[in-house]
């Protein structure tokens, strides 16, 4: 079991910047990939940003391309999501998710662990 606990959501101004953490412990042996996703209110979830523990490869949603960025601390067995230039539709709860796969995974269902979300509210 690897468990994530999301921690840097809020309330910030359109134009300006969040930090969220993803804190993994138990057995993060289980999984080589970590996903960052959201959901706003009446949408589905949907894949914001992926990460590899091992190489540091990273894949974005077109949507982020260039203002997020995602990183990893193996030593720490934490993910982060520099969210910069934030948007009113960037507006959502999001969550950490983690995987073990042969490749980076976009899709929800790739992803067999889930933190329990954080709010992140962008006022315009």
């Known amino acids: 079991q690897v468990r994530l606990v999301e921690s840097g959501g809020g309330l910030v101004q359109a134009g300006g910047s969040l930090r969220l953490s993803c804190a993994a412990s138990?057995?993060?042996?289980?999984?080589?990939?970590m996903g960052w996703f959201r959901q706003a209110p009446g949408k589905e979830r949907e894949f914001v940003a992926a990460?590899?523990?091992?190489?540091?490869?990273?894949y974005y949603a077109d949507s982020v391309k260039g203002r997020f960025t995602i990183s990893r601390d193996n030593a720490k067995n934490t993910a982060y999501l520099q969210m910069n230039s934030l948007k009113s539709e960037d507006t959502a709860v999001y969550y950490c998710?983690?995987?073990?796969?042969?490749?980076?995974?976009?899709?929800?269902?790739?992803?067999?662990?889930w933190g329990q979300g954080t709010q992140v509210t962008v006022s315009s």
């Open positions: 138990g057995r993060t042996f289980s999984s080589n990939f």
């Open positions: 998710a983690a995987r073990r796969g042969y490749y980076i995974g976009t899709g929800a269902q790739m992803y067999g662990y």
């Open positions: 990460i590899s523990w091992s190489d540091g490869s990273t």
